[in-house]
């Protein structure tokens, strides 16, 4: 079994509740084990918060008005992709060659997104696309399923 879709969305905040649910009806309707569906959709949500909140300053309507997500259940794995044209992440934010992110100031109200998806994922990969402006976070994660799930892959 596979499915894929990509969204093209406003860098706006109601954009990040979209690109959840259906995340969400997707992988229900497969039959993902809820747990898995919770994971991924929170950390999806934090990309997606972090694609409006830094992925482009080109002005109005410019490219930096909108992001991408793509996801793709691919037999027993989840891959997720949010793409951004804004500055991108500096080396130190990315995790740089170690691939640790910096942890937030305790007292800070954000900073801790890419610590969470780190946490949720199995495999992360933040950066870019070489010649091209903007920030890549993907990450995916294995698959369990429900009992008798409809699309369970064989």
């Not at 747990?35 to 409006?52: G, H, K, R, T, Y």
């Not at 830094?54 to 037999?75: C, I, K, N, S």
């Not at 305790?106 to 994922?121: H, K, M, T, V």
């Not at 696309?129 to 903007?134: D, V």
């Amino acid at each position: 079994m596979s499915i894929w879709w990509s969204l093209h969305l406003r860098r706006e905040a109601a954009s990040v509740p979209l690109a959840r649910r259906l995340l969400i009806g997707t992988m229900e309707t497969a039959g993902v084990d809820p747990d898995i569906s919770f994971d991924l959709s929170v950390a999806l949500s934090e990309a997606c918060a972090n694609a409006v909140e830094h992925g482009g300053d080109d002005g109005p309507g410019g490219p930096g008005e909108a992001y991408r997500v793509t996801a793709y259940l691919d037999g027993e794995r989840c891959r997720i992709e949010v793409a951004d044209t804004g500055p991108g992440f500096p080396a130190a934010a990315a995790g740089g060659p170690q691939g640790v992110a910096r942890p937030a100031h305790p007292e800070a109200e954000s900073g801790r997104g890419l610590c969470l998806i780190r946490e949720l994922a199995d495999h992360v990969h933040i950066g870019g696309t070489p010649g091209c402006a903007g920030a890549v976070v993907s990450f995916d994660k294995i698959l369990k399923w429900r009992e008798n799930a409809p699309l369970v892959a064989v």
